[in-house]
């Protein structure tokens, strides 16, 4: 197993600088740098026909025609023979090769290859290392078992004894949790984090987004051969990036439990915060009774404003995942004057004010008071005013004020009287 990682763990294992790849006219790798140090764990990214792939070849040196330069180990790998390569840096594919009929133990004994003469056996020492590579990777117990009787998640797992059987200091990992289950993946990726914490850099190409994020500790994007973006989760999986490489809008936020980045992937046709042609919607809510409501009409094309929204509220937590424009308020505080002010100049704005079925108390009965300067105000009626009403009726008094003038809706229609209500010829 690699060793423990010291001070050379700030010295480059791998540098690749301006590689390119092309098969005829189509050109698949076109500058690609990147570099990889001991310990660290890189996932790439990107799209079907990204490149990631083709750099996980060229950087292993089985891509013959590659342009540019990779070292490793600071050895120019175009000086380097197969052998000598395969000492350094060892493949886990996205599917094994045809067993043959070969037993794990044998499958994994392949690793030791590299390490042999020509015409030679493998000795005691071979065999130790594979047993070793197996009893780490917990598949020890298939040692005498067909390959072919192996589950996904159970030959994956033999894939990676046998590139550890190589002992080398780069892993290649070419979508190392394709068609395994939750449990297969996670248990996958949690080994190689394992064996990076002990020093073997990895190199990863991994389609799942909330994954590379959560165990890689860089990820590099790849959009049709060249990088488009490289550093951490946080400053890769931004909305721009996702939707130039991908081609679709996503909100992005933490894990309370994990801390990692998640994905939430919009629906088609989402326009971009601050982009949509259909009209503005300014959306009064808190408590958690907006975020659906924000969603479905930012998926339906509209330009959203909400608020006041009191910080670390679930509608707050939304409104930034979606980057709406909203009005932020201390949490569990009133609604403040400054506030008021400008929540009445948004509902002014905008051509169309939705107040959610929030409940009221005497902290933000000022939002009823700024509904009034609605032009268009549609009132969500999924809960009854009775039920939500915690000021001894002040707040029923002036919500039935704002009924008589007002469109009333559910969630199930609210997208159909917003839009009665524009098309109508009512937008301001």
């Known amino acids: ?91 886990v594919p996205q599917s094994s090769p045809a067993d043959q009929g070969f037993t794990s133990l044998e499958m994994v004994l392949m690793g030791r290859y590299p390490h042999l003469g020509r015409f030679q056996l493998e000795g005691d020492t071979d065999i130790r290392l594979a047993k070793e590579a197996m009893a780490f990777t917990e598949t020890s117990q298939f040692a005498e078992r067909p390959v072919s009787t192996l589950s996904g998640g159970e030959r994956q797992r033999l894939l990676i004894a046998r590139a550890l059987a190589q002992e080398p ?20 990726l949690e080994l190689v984090r394992v064996l990076t914490a002990s020093g073997l850099t990895a190199i990863a190409a991994i389609h799942d987004l909330p994954l590379a994020a959560r165990y890689c500790d860089r990820l590099v994007l790849l959009h049709r051969g060249h990088v488009l973006a490289e550093g951490t989760a946080t400053e890769v999986l931004v909305p721009g990036n996702i939707r130039e490489a991908f081609g679709v809008e996503a909100a992005i936020s933490t894990d309370p439990l994990t801390g990692s980045l998640v994905l939430s992937i919009l629906a088609p046709g989402t326009a971009p915060a601050g982009t949509a042609a259909k009209g503005r919607v300014h959306v009064i809510a808190g408590g958690g009774r907006g975020a659906r409501i924000m969603y479905l009409l930012q998926s339906a094309g509209y330009q959203l404003t909400a608020g006041p929204l009191g910080e670390g509220d679930t509608d707050h937590n939304v409104a930034g995942m979606l980057a709406i424009q909203a009005i932020a308020i201390p949490a569990f505080s009133a609604i403040d004057q400054a506030s008021h002010r400008e929540h ?11 107040l959610c079925d929030i409940p009221f108390g005497t902290g933000n009965l000022l939002n009823l008071e700024a509904a009034a300067c609605a032009r268009n105000l549609v009132l969500l009626e999924d809960r009854p005013i009775a039920e939500r009403d915690y000021t001894s009726g002040a707040a029923t008094s002036r919500y039935s004020a704002l009924a008589a003038r007002a469109d009333t809706a559910t969630t199930s229609n609210l997208l159909e009287i917003v839009e009665r209500i524009l098309s109508d010829g009512k937008r301001g």
Not at 172 to 178: G, I, K, S, V
Not at 344 to 352: F, G, M, P, S, V
């Open 169 to 188: 200091c780069l892993l290649l990992l070419d979508e190392p949790t394709a068609n395994l289950d939750i449990h297969h993946q996670i248990q996958v």
């Open 1 to 91: 197993m690699p060793e423990e990682t010291g001070t050379e763990g700030t010295k480059r294992r791998l540098e690749a600088v301006d590689v390119g790849f092309r098969v005829q006219a189509a050109r698949l790798l076109s500058g690609v740098c990147l570099s990889a140090r001991k310990g660290e764990f890189i996932g790439l990214i990107g799209p079907n026909g990204a490149g990631k792939t083709t750099l996980l070849r060229a950087i292993s040196g089985i891509l013959a025609g590659t342009e540019g330069t990779v070292h490793l180990e600071g050895r120019a790998l175009a000086e380097l023979g197969p052998k000598e390569i395969a000492r350094l840096v060892a493949q």
């Open 344 to 354: 009445c100049r948004l509902i002014a704005e905008a051509d169309c004010v939705v």
